[in-house]
């Protein structure tokens, strides 16, 4: 099946910094989604996004399905931007998820 | 309109016991499906189906059951615990189309299992 990587694995920050999180996956998707999973535990969709761009704020997405990866700009980063995140990749009907990007946002 | 929603959230089982996951989502998707997480592992799926009566496999099916009767409804049912399916499982929901596979997932709030 296909194989998705996240990196980096873990992330520190300090509030108001910038950062890019990578998503690459193994064979062409039908489906790329980006999740947040918050300190309780609750997966949040952030970015539903086969191909191109879309921002939501301070989140943005980009998939360049050619190439076989995804990338998720957080700006200004939040304490509240804590958790981790997770992409997952779709062929068919299973979707297949990345091991994530632990982020710490400190004040 | 309530999402995807199961129970219970949190359950502990003995080793050996049965019980059943509950999932349910009021948005008439097709597709259904149940992942375990486990720490350093993200999500792994377990099984899903594409419609009522139709059911398969995924990535780590043992010891798990699921049948799809309605729409809504998507248990998953552990016949005989083991301490390794100590996990946290989330069900999903999405709508697809028969020729482009499965589009956005949307995610319960979870259920905790610990079998000691």
């Known amino acids: 099946g296909i194989q998705v990587e996240q990196s980096p694995p873990d992330l520190i920050l300090q509030e108001g910094a910038n950062s890019t999180l990578r998503c690459n996956f193994s064979d062409s998707v039908n489906n790329l989604q980006w999740f947040h999973q918050n300190p309780w535990g609750q997966l949040i969709n952030l970015f539903y996004?086969?191909?191109g761009t879309k921002q939501n704020g301070r989140l943005s997405a980009t998939t360049v399905a050619t190439e076989r990866y995804s990338l998720l700009y957080i700006s200004s980063s939040q304490t509240t931007d804590s958790g981790v995140y997770f992409c997952a990749a779709a062929q068919g009907s299973t979707l297949t998820f990345g091991k994530g990007t632990m982020l710490l946002v400190s004040p | 309109n309530a999402g995807v929603t199961q129970t219970p959230k949190f359950q502990v089982l003995k080793t050996g016991q049965s019980m059943t996951l509950q999932c349910a989502q009021d948005?008439?998707?097709?597709?259904m499906s149940w992942y375990r997480q486990d720490p350093g592992m993200g999500l792994r799926l377990i099984h899903y189906?594409?419609?009522?009566?139709?059911?398969d496999q995924g990535e780590v099916p043992n010891g798990y059951n699921v049948s799809r009767s309605t729409t809504e409804d998507f248990p998953l049912r552990l016949l005989s615990a083991a301490p390794s399916q100590t996990s946290v499982y989330f069900c999903?929901?999405?709508?697809?189309?028969?020729?482009?596979?499965?589009?956005?997932?949307?995610f319960g709030p979870g259920t905790r299992l610990t079998v000691t």
């Open positions: 999903a929901s999405s709508t697809q189309s028969h020729g482009q596979g499965i589009y956005e997932q949307y």
């Open positions: 996004i086969p191909s």
């Open positions: 189906s594409v419609g009522a009566g139709i059911t």
């Open positions: 948005m008439n998707h097709e597709y």
